[in-house]
């Protein structure tokens, strides 16, 4: 089906069940232990044996030789494979670093090695037996460093956001020089990582030269060609099932070292072989949203009009990465004519930095929202007031070209009404409670809308039962329930009647899940497969399809109601078809937006900052599932105050890896540090967006919250922290006397 008209009204505006607030349908599966992870598939073949990775032990260099002697003596070893075994393979899909083979170090912890045992801990204590001869190389590990060298480059996060080393609009630089008001300053975010629950996993069987992985992977397709690739062998030649995926947050859009060892370890074992990535290899072998240096300058009339913006980034990566794309949501949030953004990378030895939830928007709005705060009460003007006031529907840098559909005033108003923000106290370090310093903080929210082909299949059966099939992932966002309320209210079936299957390369290729494109665009693959499996129900029955109603299990027309599986008893009917967009998101800019708001406390006496509450109000076209929604914003709000307060790999500039590479070392949010969260969705649709007139909310949870706790513990503190996480060391020696 091809999107190149505005949707008009269509089956999905009956909101039977589409729209409605939904349990999840994999939520029991989940909650009783029984939802299959990659891991756990102990069904799916037998005689698993069990591997076990090694990871270099220097950061760049080379291997000049492996003894695995005493390592194949070991207990229950069945084999071992080592990077001096196999020839340099080919890249994947968007991997940056070689992930096995040949002598080359790129980076720490960079797989060398997987010991296949009966057990996992003759596996893990074969490993240790391994010696190897490592030469090393002078690596480049200090962002702050290599900094001064870094390049202008084009680039894009594969989501939606990029740009080239340079753009502008107008004249920056003299409209900025004659502005009567003016902000200029630096920000920095570190290297996240993206700590999801479940590791990079995966079970790899042989059958003659046919491979097939059960493993954890957020875009199947994308990891089908990859793995075919890698190994050098064909693409019909490999399967991929990842029904279940314990979060990813974008670790996990690409193949990883685990699938390409299992496999290789499955091939020298001659058995199906099982292996998780250790924390460590997650944090030091995978990916990571890379650190960032943002330079920040507006400039504005007196009365709170920009006149001139400009936001400048630099960020590291290895050898031909991409880098950070932290300053896109400038090209787009706010107006002002004259306006310049610019991308810089330094190359670094560290590991591959690369997607993370809201790849670019996230950093890039930790930086930009606080500068916007600093400008508005540099203005002396409400920081929602400021926002306001430059509130554009246009693309600032195309004026000819509008938004589809824009409510961030909408965002920002409500979110002020419902979170009492006219109570606060616009200057710092006022408000107490007891021994706590109370602030409040806002942040507007970004995240463009990406529109990509997703495709589906639907069968109907003759006791009315549909069943969709499509490679789309559930990566813990309700990926199952939407897709079935899709097919629900095409079909006119309660959801009990419908059947979804996914994350199986066998099956039509959808978008995936990743840059918050997946609900929307998945959904619209379904859309169009049911259309299609609505003709040929009305070609089977003799019904005119224009006027067939299908509801209540029924396909009716005029006095006539047919029961529909009656459409499937000569047999089964099946429809495929795929979403495939036009040009309507070049003639107007799909965006999303939010309103963040954030009440702090900070111990006056040990600078200890909790969270007390947070709203976010959201604008992104019709919500499928609002209770499955609300769960991916607060997802995103917690991640975001972890982005703001804890979160940071610290770098070894000595050694060139992540220091604390675990969950011990590395803080996340827990249940402790999040109070309530309340979501509110604006009522709206986006009918250029696609036939569900939807978009997405995944990554939008997270955009902005950074600043709006950031903003928090400065009106709390009136202290201006502009080097995140904000950790109690940077305000103790600067914080207002506590008496």
């Given at each position: 089906?091809?999107?190149?008209?505005?949707?008009?009204q269509?089956?999905i505006?009956?909101?039977?069940v589409?729209?409605?607030a939904?349990d999840?349908?994999?939520?029991?599966?989940?909650?009783?232990?029984?939802?299959?992870?990659?891991?756990e598939?102990?069904?799916?073949?037998?005689?698993?044996?069990?591997g076990?990775?090694?990871?270099?032990g220097?950061?760049?260099?080379?291997?000049?030789?492996?003894?695995?002697?005493?390592?194949?003596?070991?207990?229950?070893v069945?084999?071992?494979?080592?990077?001096?075994?196999v020839?340099?393979?080919?890249l994947?899909?968007?991997?940056?670093?070689?992930?096995?083979?040949?002598?080359e170090?790129?980076?720490?912890?960079?797989?060398?090695?997987?010991v296949?045992?009966?057990?996992?801990?003759?596996?893990r204590?074969?490993?240790?037996?391994?010696?190897?001869?490592?030469?090393?190389?002078?690596?480049?590990?200090?962002?702050?460093?290599?900094?001064?060298?870094?390049?202008?480059?084009?680039?894009?996060?594969?989501?939606?956001?990029?740009?080239?080393?340079?753009?502008?609009h107008?004249?920056?630089?003299g409209?900025?020089?004659?502005?009567?008001v003016?902000?200029?300053?630096?920000y920095?975010?570190?290297?996240e990582?993206?700590?999801?629950?479940?590791?990079?996993?995966?079970?790899?069987a042989?059958?003659?030269?046919?491979?097939?992985?059960?493993?954890?992977?957020?875009?199947?397709?994308?990891?089908?060609?990859s793995v075919?690739?890698?190994?050098?062998?064909p693409?019909?030649?490999?399967r991929?099932?990842?029904?279940?995926?314990g979060?990813?947050?974008?670790?996990?859009?690409?193949?990883?070292?685990d699938?390409?060892?299992?496999?290789?370890?499955?091939?020298?074992?001659?058995?199906?072989?099982k292996?998780?990535?250790?924390?460590?290899l997650?944090?030091?072998?995978?990916?990571?949203?890379?650190?960032?240096?943002?330079?920040?300058?507006?400039?504005a009339?007196?009365?709170?009009?920009?006149?001139?913006?400009?936001?400048?980034?630099?960020?590291?990566?290895?050898?031909?990465?991409?880098?950070?794309?932290?300053?896109d949501?400038?090209?787009?949030?706010?107006?002002?004519?004259n306006?310049?953004?610019?991308?810089?990378?330094?190359?670094l030895?560290l590991p591959?930095?690369?997607?993370?939830r809201?790849?670019?928007?996230a950093?890039?709005?930790?930086?930009?929202?606080?500068?916007?705060?600093?400008?508005?009460?540099?203005?002396?003007?409400?920081?929602?007031?400021?926002r306001?006031r430059?509130?554009?529907q246009?693309?600032p840098g195309?004026p000819e070209r509008?938004?589809s559909h824009?409510?961030?005033?909408g965002?920002?108003?409500?979110?002020?009404e419902t979170?009492?923000?006219n109570?606060?106290?616009?200057?710092p370090?006022?408000?107490r409670?007891?021994h706590?310093?109370?602030?409040?903080?806002?942040?507007a929210?970004?995240?463009?809308n990406?529109l990509?082909?997703?495709?589906?299949?639907?069968?109907?059966?003759p006791a009315?039962?549909v069943?969709?099939?499509?490679?789309?992932t559930?990566?813990?966002?309700?990926?199952?329930?939407?897709?079935?309320?899709?097919?629900?209210?095409?079909?006119?079936?309660?959801l009990d009647k419908v059947?979804?299957?996914?994350?199986?390369?066998?099956?039509p290729?959808?978008?995936?899940?990743?840059?918050?494109?997946?609900?929307?665009?998945?959904t619209?693959?379904?859309?169009a497969?049911c259309?299609?499996?609505?003709?040929?129900?009305?070609?089977?029955l003799?019904i005119?399809?224009?006027d067939a109603?299908?509801?209540?299990?029924?396909?009716?027309?005029?006095?006539?109601?047919?029961?529909?599986?009656?459409?499937?008893?000569?047999?089964?009917?099946?429809?495929?078809?795929?979403?495939e967009?036009?040009?309507?998101?070049?003639?107007?800019q799909?965006?999303?937006?939010?309103?963040?708001?954030?009440?702090?406390?900070?111990?006056?006496?040990?600078?200890?900052?909790?969270?007390?509450?947070?709203?976010?109000?959201?604008?992104?076209?019709?919500?499928l599932n609002?209770?499955?929604a609300?769960s991916?914003v607060?997802g995103?709000?917690?991640?975001?105050?972890g982005?703001?307060l804890?979160?940071?790999?610290?770098v070894?500039?000595?050694?060139?890896?992540f220091?604390?590479?675990?969950?011990?070392?590395?803080?996340v949010?827990?249940?402790?540090?999040?109070p309530?969260?309340?979501?509110?969705?604006?009522?709206?649709?986006?009918p250029?967006?696609?036939?569900?007139?939807?978009?997405?909310?995944?990554e939008?949870g997270?955009?902005?919250?950074?600043?709006?706790?950031?903003?928090?513990v400065?009106?709390?503190?009136?202290?201006?922290?502009?080097?995140?996480p904000?950790t109690?060391?940077?305000?103790?020696?600067?914080?207002?006397?506590?008496a």
């Amino acid at each position: 089906m091809k999107f190149d008209t505005p949707a008009g009204q269509n089956p999905i505006d009956q909101l039977k069940v589409v729209g409605k607030a939904t349990d999840r349908i994999d939520g029991k599966f989940k909650t009783t232990g029984t939802a299959s992870y990659a891991y756990e598939r102990h069904d799916v073949v037998p005689n698993q044996a069990y591997g076990y990775v090694l990871g270099a032990g220097i950061a760049k260099g080379r291997v000049r030789a492996i003894d695995t002697a005493a390592a194949k003596r070991a207990p229950g070893v069945l084999a071992i494979v080592t990077t001096l075994d196999v020839p340099k393979q080919g890249l994947g899909v968007m991997n940056v670093a070689n992930l096995f083979g040949g002598d080359e170090i790129q980076h720490y912890h960079q797989a060398i090695a997987v010991v296949v045992a009966e057990t996992f801990e003759q596996a893990r204590a074969a490993a240790f037996l391994v010696k190897v001869d490592h030469a090393p190389g002078a690596g480049k590990f200090d962002l702050a460093v290599e900094a001064k060298a870094a390049k202008p480059v084009e680039g894009g996060s594969g989501e939606g956001s990029g740009g080239g080393g340079e753009d502008r609009h107008g004249d920056f630089e003299g409209a900025f020089g004659q502005a009567p008001v003016k902000l200029d300053q630096t920000y920095t975010t570190p290297d996240e990582s993206h700590a999801m629950m479940e590791p990079h996993a995966t079970i790899a069987a042989w059958q003659g030269d046919t491979l097939t992985l059960w493993t954890s992977n957020q875009m199947i397709a994308w990891g089908h060609g990859s793995v075919a690739k890698i190994l050098g062998i064909p693409k019909e030649n490999v399967r991929i099932d990842s029904p279940y995926i314990g979060g990813g947050f974008g670790g996990k859009l690409f193949v990883r070292a685990d699938a390409v060892l299992a496999a290789l370890g499955a091939k020298a074992a001659g058995r199906p072989v099982k292996l998780a990535l250790t924390r460590p290899l997650i944090i030091n072998n995978t990916t990571h949203r890379p650190a960032t240096i943002q330079h920040i300058r507006i400039g504005a009339t007196r009365d709170g009009h920009i006149t001139a913006i400009a936001h400048e980034s630099i960020s590291g990566n290895l050898q031909n990465g991409r880098p950070e794309t932290a300053v896109d949501q400038t090209k787009l949030l706010y107006a002002g004519a004259n306006r310049l953004t610019a991308m810089r990378l330094a190359h670094l030895d560290l590991p591959e930095g690369n997607a993370m939830r809201a790849p670019g928007e996230a950093p890039g709005l930790m930086a930009l929202e606080m500068a916007m705060d600093e400008m508005a009460e540099t203005l002396g003007l409400d920081p929602v007031e400021f926002r306001i006031r430059n509130d554009t529907q246009v693309d600032p840098g195309k004026p000819e070209r509008p938004f589809s559909h824009r409510d961030l005033v909408g965002c920002l108003k409500r979110g002020a009404e419902t979170f009492g923000w006219n109570r606060r106290n616009p200057t710092p370090g006022q408000v107490r409670d007891g021994h706590w310093l109370v602030g409040i903080g806002m942040a507007a929210g970004f995240r463009n809308n990406l529109l990509m082909k997703s495709g589906a299949r639907v069968r109907l059966d003759p006791a009315g039962t549909v069943t969709v099939e499509t490679d789309m992932t559930d990566i813990g966002t309700g990926s199952y329930t939407i897709i079935a309320q899709t097919a629900a209210e095409m079909m006119g079936v309660p959801l009990d009647k419908v059947v979804v299957r996914l994350g199986d390369s066998a099956f039509p290729v959808s978008a995936g899940s990743g840059g918050q494109f997946g609900a929307n665009n998945a959904t619209a693959g379904v859309y169009a497969a049911c259309v299609k499996l609505r003709e040929a129900v009305a070609q089977r029955l003799g019904i005119n399809s224009a006027d067939a109603v299908f509801a209540d299990g029924e396909v009716r027309s005029g006095n006539r109601a047919v029961p529909l599986g009656q459409a499937a008893n000569a047999g089964e009917l099946t429809a495929e078809d795929a979403i495939e967009y036009g040009d309507l998101s070049k003639k107007q800019q799909q965006s999303t937006f939010a309103g963040h708001f954030v009440e702090v406390g900070v111990d006056a006496d040990t600078a200890e900052v909790r969270v007390r509450r947070m709203l976010a109000v959201c604008a992104a076209g019709r919500i499928l599932n609002p209770k499955s929604a609300r769960s991916q914003v607060i997802g995103g709000m917690t991640m975001g105050v972890g982005a703001a307060l804890m979160e940071e790999l610290a770098v070894d500039t000595k050694r060139g890896f992540f220091a604390n590479h675990d969950l011990a070392g590395y803080e996340v949010p827990v249940h402790a540090d999040i109070p309530h969260q309340e979501v509110i969705f604006l009522d709206e649709v986006d009918p250029q967006s696609s036939p569900m007139k939807a978009k997405g909310v995944g990554e939008l949870g997270i955009c902005g919250v950074g600043a709006a706790v950031a903003n928090a513990v400065y009106n709390a503190t009136g202290v201006r922290v502009r080097d995140y996480p904000i950790t109690l060391d940077k305000l103790l020696g600067r914080m207002p006397d506590a008496a």
